[in-house]
């Protein structure tokens, strides 16, 4: 009976050669759905959602829209998503923790992930916190609107991105020329985004290497008034 409704679909033009070459190809099509459907078994769809773990959202909206053959199978075999994450090992409330998260919760994340120099591009949240940036986009309806509403300037975290080494090397010299406390608190406090770049870009993870790497060499861990006149070298 499938059979007969594939073959009632109309294909116009090529004459009979091709409806015959049409019908061929989706009798194919349907047979590589049905050894597709009937290949899952437990143990494998079990190394799909681990091989997703701490990758990308395991929740039942993201996989059913993502991996629709994998849910479906999973559903059939498990019974529910849910069990299918339990038999896992995985805890389900965590799992679907990011449908409950709140307005306050998820800039609260975005938040904290700021405060604490982490990337906050879109493109690296999508690849690195897929339930943050999913529950966000819900929440918000886009990245950069969330980050808006936390306080954050989406332009800087933007530069941030685009900015060469030369250009961090210049912003740092400048803002020292202008006698700017370069003292890591004071750098993160207000300008974040010079700092995270520099860091990233210059000092291997260090703002004290990124300062001293375009010749800044006054020790800015200590009090104002113990710093002395440090050298700076010519960059």
Known sequence: MLVKRVCAQPRPGNGNAGRTLWLDDKLKELHRGIMFYRKWYDDMIIDHILSKQGVEALNSYYYATTYPD??????????????????????????????????????????????????LSSKYIQDNNKPLYMAAVKRFKSWGKTLALAGIDYAKIRLRRSMTKEDIEREILALSQKNTDLAYTNMRENYQYLLAAAMKKCGGGSWDKARKGVGILTNFRLPKHKRGGGKQQPG
């Open 70 to 119: 994998v849910y479906a199978a999973a559903e059939r075999l498990f019974g529910s998503w849910r069990e299918a994450i339990e038999a896992c090992g995985l805890d389900y409330s965590t799992i679907r923790k990011y449908k409950e998260w709140s307005r306050e919760k998820v800039l609260d994340e975005v938040k904290l992930a700021y405060q604490e120099n982490r990337p």
